[in-house]
């Protein structure tokens, strides 16, 4: 955990967690990615059943990297498991020809030093997940699953037609304007009202709708189709967002119908609808899973780089601010097509006086 100093206070800044296996071959890149953000005080947590000598040479790894690097690490702090009475401790970090910048851990209260854990459930971070009723991942494994779960209702021929159609419906609506085109007898205005009608069938399925979702494949198919391009997302991304709760619903069972650009949106869409539902944590690994996915999708790589700067409101507004613009943009080219047609009747309808001459 990293800690930015805002205004003479301190704040948490990133959050990252590895695998102890994999200490040194990931230590270097996470110290230098907090290093990005001027930390100005980094507490290393280790969560091992591992021996005090593991445990030293552990502490000592991360030492001689904060050293090599000179990031502000005072002491590792480990501890057993995360439970309720488990005790933790610190290993002092030798400070005696480091920079006196570095808050040493006596200057820290004693109950930082070592003691036990609290009970978890009355941690602040533990408030949005009881505020929903529910419990966090056991473990890093069981808090992604969602995220790689893949629909296990519908079979995948089945899945895979869907996927092409609603990807041809919105290649229809970016290539051939289709929107804007009265010839099509579909326009934006049907577009979002199709949207409401997912967002309220999501809002009949309950606690778990996301479950419920994954056997509808019309809500299914018609929730990819927003997701096939970016221009049909920009137009539909607000009308979700007003509506989060189902959004997230819907798009994480997008997401576990579908591939490509339809589950790198639909993710994206999910991480959004979470952030303002108040729980950013479940934005940053669905932004993990949709990169890990396609590294070159813009709008996961946008949004990661909001959410790792600690701006996780602002993928919500960058998001809507978009949305806006898509939909000016549509109106714009509406209204230009709309004149250009009654100029085009208007001059069908003119009598040529030079003709009749």
Avoid at 100 to 120: F, S, Y
Avoid at 258 to 273: E, K, Q
Avoid at 329 to 339: D, E
């Amino acid at each position: 955990m990293a800690f930015e100093e805002s205004d003479g206070d301190l704040t948490l800044g990133p959050t990252l967690r590895f695998d102890i296996a994999d200490l040194s071959a990931t230590l270097t890149k996470a110290l230098t990615a907090i290093d990005h953000h001027r930390c100005v005080f980094i507490m290393p947590f280790a969560i091992t059943s591992s021996t005090g000598s593991d445990i030293q040479r552990i502490a000592q790894e991360i030492f001689n990297h904060a050293e090599l690097l000179d990031m502000p690490i005072t002491a590792l702090w480990h501890t057993a498991e995360i439970a309720d009475g488990e005790p933790f401790a610190a290993i002092e970090r030798d400070l005696s020809e480091i920079s006196e910048e570095l808050r040493e851990i006596e200057e820290m209260p004693r109950d930082w030093k070592n003691g036990h854990i609290d009970q978890v459930v009355s941690a602040v971070t533990m408030e949005p997940f009881i505020r929903e009723g529910r419990l966090p991942g056991y473990d890093r494994d069981e808090a992604h699953a969602p995220l790689h779960r893949r629909n296990h209702i519908i079979d995948a021929d089945t899945l895979e037609l869907i996927q092409g159609q609603a990807l041809h419906a919105a290649a229809i609506m970016h290539d051939k304007d289709s929107l804007v085109n009265p010839r099509y007898g579909y326009g934006l205005e049907d577009l979002l009202k199709e949207c409401e009608e997912l967002i309220f069938q999501a809002s009949t399925y309950g606690f778990d709708a996301a479950d419920s979702c994954l056997h509808d494949l019309g809500l299914l198919g018609s929730a990819a189709m927003t997701m096939g391009n970016t221009y049909v997302r920009d137009l539909t991304a607000a009308t979700y967002l007003d509506h989060p709760e189902e959004t997230a619903a819907i798009m994480l069972a997008t997401s576990q119908s579908f591939s490509g650009v339809i589950r790198n949106n639909a993710l994206c869409m999910y991480a959004a609808a979470q952030i303002k539902r108040g729980m950013p944590m479940y934005a940053g690994m669905a932004l993990g899973a949709s990169q890990s996915a396609d590294h070159n999708h813009s709008l996961t790589s946008l949004m990661l780089q909001c959410y790792l700067n600690g701006l996780a409101t602002n993928c919500v507004d960058n998001i809507n601010q978009g949305s806006a613009n898509a939909r000016s943009h549509y109106y714009r080219k509406l209204a230009q097509r709309t004149s250009d047609s009654a100029k085009s009747e208007d001059e069908a309808g003119t009598d040529n006086f030079d003709d009749a001459a």
